[in-house]
């Protein structure tokens, strides 16, 4: 199987970035790992994107530039893969990221009067961080659990049966216990 | 001999448990297969008539016939062809979670479906695309493809044979046009997920240009229960024109929504029966059978057989089999209008009719639910419903977007014309 060329890709002018004065050892390894399973080594972009924002929160374009050289990858492939996914993200986040459900069945329990809610309680809209920088607030396409709806993703862990008593109590142990690196 | 294929397995406190799914049958089946040749384990599951699982309900032994096997499946230097099985996880229809249920109470189960489809198609490695907002399903998967590898059942020589096989979780990051099988492959590959133009088919040049074979979740699920028991057994568990069990559900303001394993063809008012009905004071309005991307039917439609054809004859999509409940408090044009929201986010933006044409649909919906609607606006959304329609549009996203709107259109056109001669919404909203 030949090798489709990119000419357009090619001709776009790469920052230099030497991957081994970006990223940890540890990242390495793990996007390494990832490599291993594959035929090609740009099919783990998306692993290494994960695993890069799970060590910085967000994906800087620092990290973007020295995934590729880990990958030996196009800038511009690995920026297309990163801007494709609603779970990769491209700007900073705050310490705590919370997903909330707004598609159907979300929206047939109160997805409005809960999403307002929490917009008041934080102050902050949809795509926004509050100004202490502990939380950022984002919306999610279906998280798969309608059956306990309305639902939202606190950091990766799913919150179920949502309503105004629990969403107070959900930010106010945010608020005391602070952020994951404390 | 049970009746529950599916969720015989299910254990909600140990399901990484390797024994515990041995001890009740588990992996027999994919020693059975190991005893036949690939040929023949293909043969048994078209004989079963098990249809895909993942929405378009093509016949899995047909979809897996195509890959080349043998004497055709080898390089020039005549050493057999690298081949890939990858499981669809991706499950993102608004309305659906069967599949998590799934791999988060019965992962060997799954596991073993696919080492069944992997050997009957002769591929080596396999992958399962999971999405990446299911963290316990990547946790338990892992951890029961680790016992797995460690019995011996995966691996090099399985069980002293000749057969190889390792098998890879690959967590996605959010995408539902990865549900689509040729962007499925691509974002395997690491590229950006647009669809693949069809042909070459995936079963002849997919993952990496490979033959490869992308089967659902629970389509894969079927499968060990069809090599311990049979294809007539599997073909005789449901009274209608498709065989097995199916996994269906129902949400939205139902008493008690949930998920229920019952034989192909049964009907969307036992399901809503087993729901306990709708929440007091409400009623059924209308209701789609089977995901985000699936036509309403009405309250006079409960007693079909939810079965591909029989769903289809009513003018909808049988689809994943989650059912979504619109009761009558909530407003049909806002539920649309919802529905066009979550497409035209997801559009991959590949073709214009479908990064476009939805973008426009959600404006003119908002307009209308707003109050400010005007019957152009009507007639525009009813155009847009054929501009969108299969054949003007790269792969299916935009077409499952028009259903919901068109027959919403058609079967609410009071509650439309109602939003555009008050002005307002009459729900409220």
């Known amino acids: ?182 | 001999m049970t009746n529950r294929p599916l969720t015989e397995h299910l254990d909600r406190s140990n399901p990484q448990d390797i024994k515990a799914y041995q001890s009740s049958g588990g992996y027999q089946g994919f020693k059975n297969a190991l005893a036949m040749e690939p040929q023949a384990v293909q043969q048994q599951v078209s004989d079963s008539k098990l249809k895909g699982r993942g929405g378009a309900g093509f016949m899995t032994g047909m979809k897996w016939s195509f890959v080349p096997m043998g004497d055709k499946a080898l390089n020039q230097d005549g050493t057999p062809q690298q081949k890939y099985l990858v499981c669809n996880a991706d499950e993102m229809e608004p309305g659906t979670f069967k599949d998590r249920l799934l791999m988060e109470g019965a992962p060997h189960l799954l596991i073993e479906g696919m080492m069944i489809a992997a050997y009957a198609i002769g591929a080596s490695v396999a992958y399962i695309f999971l999405r990446g907002e299911y963290r316990l399903c990547a946790t338990r998967l892992q951890q029961a493809i680790d016992e797995a590898t460690k019995s011996g059942l995966l691996g090099k020589n399985i069980n002293g044979s000749d057969y190889s096989l390792s098998l890879h979780l690959h967590l996605s990051a959010g995408r539902y046009i990865c549900g689509e099988e040729t962007a499925l492959i691509n974002a395997l590959e690491g590229r950006r997920a647009n669809p693949r133009a069809k042909p070459p088919f995936p079963q002849v040049m997919g993952l990496f240009g490979r033959p490869t074979i992308v089967n659902n979740c629970e389509t894969l699920c079927n499968l060990p229960s069809i090599l311990n028991h049979g294809a007539q057994w599997y073909s005789e568990l449901a009274n209608s024109p498709d065989a097995g069990t199916k996994i269906y559900g129902v949400s939205g303001r139902v008493k008690n929504a949930g998920l229920w394993e019952l034989p192909m063809g049964a009907t969307a008012q036992q399901i809503l029966d087993l729901a306990n009905g709708m929440q007091d004071g409400l009623k059924l309005k209308g209701w789609l059978p089977g995901g985000a991307s699936t036509d309403f039917l009405l309250p006079e439609h409960l007693d079909i057989p939810m079965e591909y054809d029989a769903i289809a004859k009513a003018g909808s999509r049988l689809g994943t089999g989650g059912i979504i409940a619109l009761d009558d408090h909530h407003c049909p044009v806002g539920m649309i209008l919802n529905l066009l929201q979550f497409f035209a986010q997801e559009s991959c933006g590949w073709c214009t009719p479908c990064r476009d044409g939805l973008p426009w649909a959600v404006e003119i919906l908002s307009r209308i639910e707003a109050g400010k609607g005007s019957q152009d606006d009507i007639d525009q959304l009813l155009k847009m419903c054929g501009f969108m329609w299969i054949g003007k549009t790269f792969c299916a996203l935009a077409p499952g977007a028009v259903e919901p709107l068109r027959s919403g259109l058609t079967y609410f056109a009071d509650e439309f014309q109602q939003h555009i001669d008050h002005k307002g919404c009459p729900y409220g909203h």
């Open chain 1, 1 to 182: 199987m030949s090798k489709v060329t990119m000419p357009v890709e090619q001709q776009i002018p790469i920052q230099q970035v030497d991957y081994r004065a970006v990223l940890s050892e540890q990242e390495i390894a793990a996007i390494e790992h990832e490599c291993s399973l594959y035929e090609e080594r740009a099919a783990a972009g998306i692993d290494a994107l994960k695993i890069v924002q799970d060590h910085r929160r967000w994906v800087s374009d620092e990290s973007l530039y020295a995934i590729a050289d880990l990958l030996q990858m196009p800038v511009v492939q690995l920026e297309g893969v990163a801007t494709f996914y609603n779970l990769i993200y491209r700007q900073p986040v705050g310490e705590h990221v919370i997903h909330l459900c707004d598609s159907i069945s979300c929206w047939l329990h109160d997805f409005p009067k809960i999403a307002e809610h929490l917009k008041a309680k934080l102050g902050i809209d949809f795509g926004q961080t509050t100004a202490d920088g502990k939380v950022t607030l984002l919306t999610n396409v279906c998280l798969g659990c309608c059956d306990t709806a309305p639902a939202l993703m606190l950091d990766g862990d799913l919150v179920e049966n949502l309503d105004i008593p629990s969403i107070d109590n959900m930010l106010g142990k945010l608020t005391a216990r602070g952020g994951k690196n404390d």
